[in-house]
Each structure stands twice: as C-alpha cells, then as structure tokens.
C-alpha cells in the first residue's frame, strides 16, 4: 500500500495562474480532505468529500475547488493563484464512521505550494 | 463551536527525560475523538495516539500515554525516555463522531536535548 500520496510535491506559481494538487489514496477510503497549514495556525480544513461525487467546503473554501470523480483521487484546483495562499497542503483520507472501520485520518507528505 | 488549545507553543526535554505535552479543548458533545499527530521537519503527519471519549482507561502507545481529563476537557500527551527523533511539531486534535471534520490545534514544538 502507498497510502496517501499528493502530487507534485512543490510547486511555485505566479499571481493568477491555476494548477490542480492531486490527491491519491489506495485505503479505499470513503472520505477524502484538503487541509493548508501556515506557521502558527495548525491545519485548516479547506473541503472535504464523503465519496465519489459528494464535495463540502471546510473551514477556509475560499478560492479553492474541489471534484472527486473516483473513490481514490481528490482534486484540489486554485483557478487564480493568490501570495494569500502561499502555504503546504496536507491530503488526508479516513472511513467513514458508518464503514466500522477507524476514524483516524491518514495524511499523505504534503505539497508545498508558493505563490509569487 | 469546537475549538483546540495548546498552551506551549515550544517545549524542550532533555533525552531519556519524559516530557508532557498540554491540550485543552472545548465541546458540548459526550462522544467523541481525540488524537496526537507529530509532524517531523520532513513534514510528513503521523499519528502518535488516538482516545475515544467514552473510554475512560488512558490510551497508550510504546513511550506515549496520554492524560484524559473528560470533565476538565484536557488531553495532556507524555513522551517517556524522550528520544531525538521525538523531534517534531506536535499537534492536538479533535473530531466528532457525528461527522468527519477534525479540528487542529495550533502545535507544540518540541525540541530533544542530546
């Protein structure tokens, strides 16, 4: 099992450019999330997913989509990159509670993405 | 709202010592989860123990226990015989078990004196 893995793994833009982060999990996990972590503020959530087809927005939305097309992969798109959202992205992946199955979240290593 | 509170933002310990790392949260929920993560410099995030609320006996993993206070709303983290690669971010967390959101604490850095 690869767990979760994110690609790419750093990432530098400029001020309105777009890019997609993608989010892979081989746990057939049911529920996916995109967090961002800056200094000093710990992990934000941004969107989650609750399986194929389904997408919720987190804590901080703003400016960030989401699809989740397959069960495995979860997409994080910034369609006008901002320096506000310079930061490293966490994916995560976890059951569902319904599932039985544990209600830790597993995280994959992290984009970092810096905005110019 | 559910909010997570971590009192020390650094922590050092000398090796071979035990270290106690202080959280503090906030719900109106009986049932729920808690969790340490350690985030090492690679910045991976990594799981060091999980509690379920209606369990009252601590939880405990190899050198990590944790301090479950569910009246005082506390969930201390002790590192025992404290070793460098204990080095890391440690970060407290919350999750209800009515649905998957988890929130985060703000971290401790911990430092590991040779």
């Known amino acids: 099992n690869a767990g979760v893995t994110q690609t790419p793994k750093f990432r530098v833009l400029k001020t309105g450019q777009s890019m997609t982060l993608l989010c892979a999990q081989d746990?057939?996990?049911?529920?996916m999330y995109w967090y961002r972590q800056d200094p000093g503020m710990g992990l934000r959530l941004i969107h989650y997913?609750?399986?194929?087809?389904?997408?919720a927005k987190g804590e901080v939305p703003d400016g960030y989509n989401v699809s989740r097309l397959k069960k495995q992969n979860f997409l994080l798109g910034l369609e006008s990159a901002a320096p506000s959202q310079t930061s490293v992205y966490f994916c995560?992946?976890?059951?569902?509670?319904?599932?039985?199955?544990?209600?830790?979240?597993?995280f994959g290593p992290g984009t970092r993405l810096l905005v110019l | 709202a559910q909010t997570v509170t971590q009192s020390q933002p650094e922590m050092s310990v000398q090796e071979a010592e035990t270290v106690t790392l202080s959280c503090t949260y906030d719900?109106?929920?009986?049932?729920?989860?808690l969790f340490w993560y350690k985030q090492p410099p690679s910045r991976q995030m990594i799981l060091v123990i999980r509690?379920?609320?209606?369990?009252?006996q601590n939880a405990t993993e190899n050198r990590f226990s944790v301090n479950f206070q569910k009246a005082a709303k506390s969930f201390s983290l002790k590192i025992s015989d404290s070793q460098l690669g204990d080095a890391a971010m440690y970060f407290c967390?919350?999750?209800?078990?009515?649905?998957?959101?988890?929130?985060f604490g703000p971290g401790t850095s911990l430092s590991v004196i040779p």
């Open positions: 509690q379920e609320a209606y369990k009252q």
């Open positions: 995560a992946s976890s059951y569902s509670i319904t599932s039985g199955g544990q209600e830790t979240q597993y």
């Open positions: 967390a919350y999750r209800r078990t009515s649905y998957d959101k988890v929130i």
């Open positions: 997913s609750v399986g194929e087809g389904t997408t």
């Open positions: 719900t109106s929920e009986s049932d729920y989860y």
């Open positions: 746990m057939n996990h049911e529920y």
